[in-house]
């Protein structure tokens, strides 16, 4: 065993180690075998197995699980950095990892019942795949309103429930593990008054009622389904999903989603060096013309890793203050975060393109980028932006100045 | 004050439920009170009782119930700052 030398692991403390393992790990995974698969996974609209195979041989898919209950305990930081480097090599990838991820914080910050501590500590040990349905065929990205609801069992003792849920989008359905549902909270219950019911593949029946053939994102594999599941009420995150999505769920998908497509921006800018610089070399002694097109690009991405990094900042100093987190600035500031590194993607890769030319636009070059493109326009439309964009302009009209630092 | 109070809330609060019928401690949002209701509700009492609300009340518990609201309102009266 190696000692480190006394300076350098003063300047380290135990966390720095993790953190740099699993940005290290997930981006070995990203640039080999997630990039190895990823125009199959894109053409046959399939599950990125191999990736996800090495995902779980790496124990990546319980690192934010803390440690007491066998996980690998890391930060947002480091997940998010984790969703980027995957979604270089892969944007289905990236992305399955970060609605994993997000659906992981809802359980780890708020499943305080004996049956969420069990279930923390299997998603560990066995490295189980959490998806998500919040999407309802009634009311579509109108995720804070339900129509399902949990119904009480009436011939089961008092503490079961069933849940019937017609989950029009849920993203690798057939792969996941686990899901987290949301529905009000009993039949009485206005649209509005939501929970967060967390089932295991045990406890639902899915019945598919679409296929997901789409523009981009193809392995992300987002059918649609029929949902049944039965379970114990001890299964239902108590807090209200309001309260959830505000502290939690709300914040955590908007920076994890955002840091995925950061990863598709990226790899969109390293295509477009790559080819300025070839296009260089073919002639020494002058900068290529299209390299100006590089700089936007370039900046553009700059922007989008400052406002990305910046709201993990914010989430990070208004974490454990329920009351910071609940208030309207900061739902602001993590809303605004999704529309804006939304809309950088699609312009980042669209000025890569613009570098690369007829090279990017081709699909069978080292600087293709209709992938890159086709995922990209995602972003706007999960959640839509003007849905997003006009719920802020309404709360907008109560909003106050803050006192925080730069506020 | 819990009079007005309800009166504000029938006109902008969006609820399922008719104001009058809810004690004052019921939760508003299992009456269907949503966050769109809140910013209507919330200019609505600062318009009937010439109060401001501060940033740092800007938030789901203000709101949770007549008497959450009565509460805040109280304070803002008074202190001027809750
Ligand atoms: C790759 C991908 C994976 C997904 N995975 C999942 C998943 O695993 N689980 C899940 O539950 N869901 C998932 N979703 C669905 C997602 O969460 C949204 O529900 C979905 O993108 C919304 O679809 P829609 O455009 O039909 O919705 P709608 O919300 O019906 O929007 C339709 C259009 O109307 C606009 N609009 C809506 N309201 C307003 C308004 N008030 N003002 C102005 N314009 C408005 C929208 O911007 C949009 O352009 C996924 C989506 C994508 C793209």
Redesign the interface.
């Known amino acids: 065993m190696n000692a480190a030398p006394a300076g350098l692991a003063e300047l380290a403390p135990a966390s720095v180690p993790a953190q740099v393992d699993v940005a290290a790990r997930a981006r070995a995974i990203g640039a080999g075998i997630a990039a190895r698969h990823a125009e199959a996974v894109d053409r046959d609209g399939r599950f990125p197995t191999e990736a996800f195979d090495a995902l779980r041989e790496q124990r990546l898919l319980g690192v934010m699980i803390p440690a007491e209950f066998g996980g690998g305990g890391a930060s947002l930081f480091e997940v998010a950095a984790a969703c980027h480097a995957l979604a270089r090599g892969c944007a289905a990838t990236g992305m399955i990892y970060a609605m994993h991820q997000i659906q992981i914080a809802c359980l780890v910050n708020h499943g305080t019942n004996g049956w969420h501590r069990d279930l923390k500590a299997r998603i560990a040990a066995e490295q189980l795949l959490l998806g998500s349905a919040t999407t309802e065929a009634e009311t579509g990205g109108d995720i ?1 309103n339900s129509v399902c609801a949990v119904k009480p069992d009436p011939g089961a003792e008092h503490d079961r429930f069933t849940l019937a849920k017609n989950a029009s989008v849920i993203s690798y359905g057939d792969q996941s593990d686990v899901i987290l549902v949301t529905a009000r ?1 009993n039949p009485d ?5 939501q929970v967060l019911v967390v089932v295991t593949k045990d406890d639902y029946r899915l019945e598919k009622t679409t296929r997901w053939d789409a523009m981009g994102m193809r392995g992300t594999c987002s059918d649609g389904y029929r949902l049944e599941a039965a379970g114990v009420i001890g299964q239902i995150l108590p807090l ?1 999903y ?2 959830l999505s ?1 502290q939690t769920m709300l914040p955590v998908t908007h920076i994890l989603w955002s840091s995925t497509w950061l990863g598709i921006a990226a790899d969109a800018v390293s295509r477009a060096r790559a080819f300025v610089r070839s296009e260089a070399k073919r002639k020494p002694g002058t900068t290529p013309a299209s390299a100006l097109r590089l700089a936007e690009a370039t900046a553009k991405l700059q922007q989008m890793k400052a406002v990305i990094l910046a709201a993990i900042r914010q989430y990070e100093l208004a974490s454990g203050s329920p ?1 910071q987190l ?4 900061f739902a602001t500031a993590m809303s605004t975060l999704k529309v804006t590194s939304s809309e950088l993607v699609r312009e980042v890769v669209e000025a890569a393109i613009r570098t690369c030319g007829l090279a990017g636009y081709r699909n069978d070059t080292p600087y293709s980028l209709g992938r890159h493109l086709r995922d990209a326009h995602s972003a706007a439309l999960m959640i839509g932006n003007d849905r997003i964009m006009s ?1 802020i302009s ?2 907008l ?7 925080g630092a730069f506020e | 004050m819990i009079a007005g109070i309800r009166s504000v809330l029938a006109e902008c609060g969006g609820l ?1 439920v008719d104001a009058e019928t809810l004690a004052i401690n019921d939760d508003l ?8 209701g809140c ?1 209507g509700l ?2 609505g009492l600062e318009e009937e009782f010439d109060v401001e ?4 009340l ?4 203000t709101f949770e119930s007549i008497a959450a609201i009565r509460d805040a309102v109280r304070g803002l009266v008074d202190g001027g700052e809750a």
Do not use: C, I, W
């Open positions: 804070r909270r219950a206005p649209s509005s008054d209200p309001a309260d505000a009351e609940v208030g309207l600035s719920h309404t709360q009209l109560v909003q106050r100045d803050g006192s | 399922a949002y299992a009456a269907g009170l949503t966050s769109h910013v919330m200019l609300f501060p940033e740092k800007l938030n789901r518990r």
